[in-house]
């Protein structure tokens, strides 16, 4: 049976979208354009993809805390209601 976990997926999805640019100090700036406000700079281009990935699970977690609409990213859709099973069925 293989594991799966929605917010892994969610963020492996949304990274995949990221877009990074090479600035004119030799910095990077990477962001997430589905993700508004998601945006990070490191000195090389792998420590923007880990700064990119930390405001982004932060981003996430925020907006799930304070309701927020979150984009759908690959078919991933976090708005919806969860759907309970009755008790009697565990």
Same mark, same amino acid.
């Given at each position: ?21 090479? &600035? +004119? *100090?030799?910095?990077?700036? #990477? ?10 700079? /490191?000195?090389? %281009? ?9 405001? &982004? +699970? *932060?981003?996430?977690?925020? #907006? ?10 690959? /078919?991933?859709? %976090? ?12």
């Amino acid at each position: 049976m293989d594991t799966q976990y929605i917010l892994s997926e969610y963020l492996d999805r949304a990274m995949g979208q990221a877009e990074y640019d090479k &600035l +004119e *100090d030799g910095t990077f700036a #990477g962001r997430i354009a589905a993700c508004k406000g998601v945006i990070a700079f /490191g000195a090389t %281009l792998r420590e923007c993809e880990d700064e990119v990935r930390s405001t &982004l +699970e *932060d981003w996430l977690l925020v #907006g799930l805390k304070l309701g927020h609409t979150l984009p759908v990213v690959n /078919g991933i859709d %976090l708005n919806k209601e969860p759907v309970y099973e009755p008790v009697e069925s565990v």
